[in-house]
Nanobody, 123 residues
């Protein structure tokens, strides 16, 4: 069974930076998609950034392009999300997710989820 554990959330002022980490345990093949989603009480869960572990190709939501970077450390079974130039609208619970094949921004397509970590950006 795959388990995902996030860390690195917190509070920051607008314009600041945070880095989230997601460490996986259990078997995830090299041809898998891992990524980050976020959700608020007023919005549905949305995809933020994805990485295909087989070749490292990344995908970003338009709202975070140029500000967020997703990366992987295969030796540590960890995926990172570096977030820069944070805005109040980035405030949300961020979830790590994984699926065993190609990447998609649809939350329903992902098989495994972390417990979520809160990111709060104040103006």
């Amino acid at each position: 069974q795959v388990q995902l554990v996030e860390s690195g959330g917190g509070s920051v002022q607008a314009g600041g930076s945070l880095t989230l980490s997601c460490t996986s345990s259990g078997y995830i093949s090299s041809g898998s998609c891992m990524g980050w989603f976020r959700q608020t009480t007023s919005k549905e869960r949305e995809g933020v950034a994805l990485i295909y572990t087989g070749n490292g190709i990344t995908y970003y939501a338009d709202s975070v392009k140029g500000r967020f970077t997703i990366s992987q450390d295969n030796a540590k079974n960890t995926v990172y999300l570096q977030m820069h130039s944070l805005k109040p609208e980035d405030t949300a619970i961020y979830y790590c997710a994984a699926r065993r094949i190609y990447c998609t921004f649809q939350p329903r397509d992902f098989d495994y989820w972390g417990q979520g970590t809160q990111v709060t950006v104040s103006s």
